[in-house]
């Protein structure tokens, strides 16, 4: 059961960026009601809303007429629900409505929705008139853990994933932690993979809370918000030293080289998979084969795997619906990651529980025999 709404003074992580571009990641419940004023603060005489059609049903109105009542002119923008709007038809339809709608330079765009909402929107900013400002309202676990913060937008193309786009940062983050309450338990596991990664990177004693503290994030207890103010700590300064992902940043990408090439062969399907599962079977998987180069414990590889399981989230290719191809299909989707350097592969590794490190260079056929491995065991 959930924490009855009520409004609380927000937890507030900042991120200090330089030439006047820091901003506030704000963290509590209720917060969209009230996102007007914060966002009347931002000096914007228009802030249109691109969201999807599912939270445009839930809290779309709810965050128009707050911007309305704070003097803001509003609309709104709504695509379909999914990874298939990270596309370039979506985004030339969410460019010709916000037009529409009138955002001019010194207006603002509102994301208001998940990771896809969030990339798709700010893009959509980073282009439209050459750059307008924009603000995040994450509305899932995931994209208030992880894809709101830092500045990375885009869509995706037939060749992968996130492979179109700009860094673009957000005036404004406001992550309403009530609105998870209407997530599906799907949805809230798939974001809780992105939760866990924080403690995998570089945080084992945060690993060790989540361990202990997993159930209360879902229910939506304290330890929800808490653990949304730990990630958006840990990624802010990731990005703070490394805005444009030239090196640490990179980190932040553990897991994510199989499962986006995961994501790229079940076609973006969510009924077959979601992001935040592709991630959770993406940190096995790189645990496991951490532990086969002999970079990692076996029982660190172990551990990871039975707390994502424990959880809800898979953790093996066998358990991807339909089949994730063998191993020369995955191999193929990897070629197309972004830290692909001269052809190479690069991964995010772990010589153990928070010890990630960023290893180039690694052999295709080490990889391909792994792979080969793994759809064995199912």
């Not at 059961?1 to 901003?23: F, I, K, N, S």
């Not at 995955?330 to 490190?357: E, N, P, Y």
């Not at 056929?365 to 065991?377: G, K």
Request: charge should be negative.
């Amino acid at each position: 059961m959930t924490e009855p709404l009520t409004v609380q003074a927000p937890l507030t992580v900042h991120v200090p960026l330089d030439g006047g571009r820091a901003y506030d990641i704000l963290i509590g419940r209720g917060l969209l009601a009230g996102a007007g004023a914060r966002v009347a603060a931002l000096e914007a005489r228009a802030a249109a809303i691109v969201t999807d059609e599912t939270v445009a049903a839930l809290y779309g109105e709810t965050l128009r007429e707050s911007l309305e009542a704070a003097g803001l002119r509003s609309g709104i923008v709504a695509v379909a629900p999914g990874e298939a709007s990270k596309s370039y038809a979506t985004y030339a339809a969410v460019c010709d409505g916000l037009l529409a709608h009138r955002v001019e330079r010194g207006d603002l765009v509102v994301a208001l929705g998940g990771g896809v909402v969030g990339d798709l929107a700010g893009f959509a900013a980073a282009t439209l008139r050459r750059g307008v400002r924009f603000v995040q309202a994450p509305t899932t676990l995931l994209a208030q853990v992880d894809s709101s913060v830092g500045g990375k937008t885009g869509i995706n193309a037939p060749l992968g994933k996130n492979l179109i786009g700009a860094f673009h940062q957000p005036r404004l983050v406001l992550a309403d932690t009530a609105a998870l309450d209407t997530l599906s338990e799907r949805e809230m596991r798939a974001g809780y993979a992105e939760v866990a990664k924080y403690g995998l990177i570089g945080d084992a004693g945060f690993f060790d809370w989540c361990e202990a503290n997993w159930r209360g994030i879902f229910r939506g207890g304290p330890e929800r918000d808490e653990a949304v103010a730990i990630c958006c700590r840990a990624k802010a300064g990731v990005v703070v030293r490394d805005e444009r992902e030239d090196g640490e940043r990179a980190l932040l990408n553990l897991g994510h080289t199989f499962g986006h090439a995961l994501e790229r062969l079940t076609g973006y399907e969510s009924a077959r998979l979601v992001h935040g599962e592709g991630v959770a079977i993406g940190l096995a998987l790189a645990f496991r084969f951490s532990a086969r180069l002999g970079l990692c414990p076996g029982q660190d590889a172990g551990r990871v795997a039975n707390h994502l399981a424990l959880a809800g989230l898979p953790t093996t290719l066998g358990q991807v619906p339909g089949g994730s191809g063998d191993a020369d299909a995955l191999l193929d989707a990897m070629a197309q990651d972004k830290k692909v350097r001269d052809g190479a592969l690069t991964f995010i590794l772990a010589r153990g529980i928070g010890r990630s490190f960023i290893a180039p260079g690694i052999d295709r056929a080490a990889v391909r025999d792994f792979l080969q491995d793994e759809l064995r065991l199912g």
